[in-house]
């Protein structure tokens, strides 16, 4: 396997380290890796990682307010700021954002590869 753009795999529910049935941490390659990049990413509220503050999603600007209070886009705005920070995102192609007690984001974006990822975020 390639080991360009290579990652531990995290548990999307549990957000641990996975491991296989023999006990060793499962790697993910490619595609796979951006795609829970972005999925952690949205799952982690900027300023929560002390060694870089300026990752993660600025869920501070549209939580804890009215939607009439929010600028028309600003959810999506906030999401794509943080999508962005991976790299390989060329573009979001679908984006879809419930926010109430919790933001719900399903989403597609295209890579600079031509790939395709979508992911589904509970933050």
Known sequence: ????????????????LSFDNEG???QIYGD??????????????R??????TT??????????????????DEAAEVIREAIF???EVSHVDNLDIDIG???????????YSGNRISTEVRA
Do not use: F
């Open 47 to 52: 300023g929560e990682i002390i060694l870089d």
């Open 24 to 26: 060793v941490m499962e």
């Open 55 to 72: 990752h993660g999603t600025g869920y501070e600007r549209i939580l804890g307010k009215k939607p009439y209070e929010l600028p028309a």
């Open 101 to 111: 007690k919790t933001v719900n984001i399903t989403l597609e974006a295209t890579l």
């Open 85 to 87: 920070q991976e790299r």
């Open 32 to 45: 796979e890796t951006t795609c829970q990049s972005v999925r952690l990413t949205l799952q982690t509220w």
């Open 1 to 16: 396997m390639p080991s360009e753009n290579m990652s531990l795999k995290i548990d999307p529910d549990s957000r641990d």
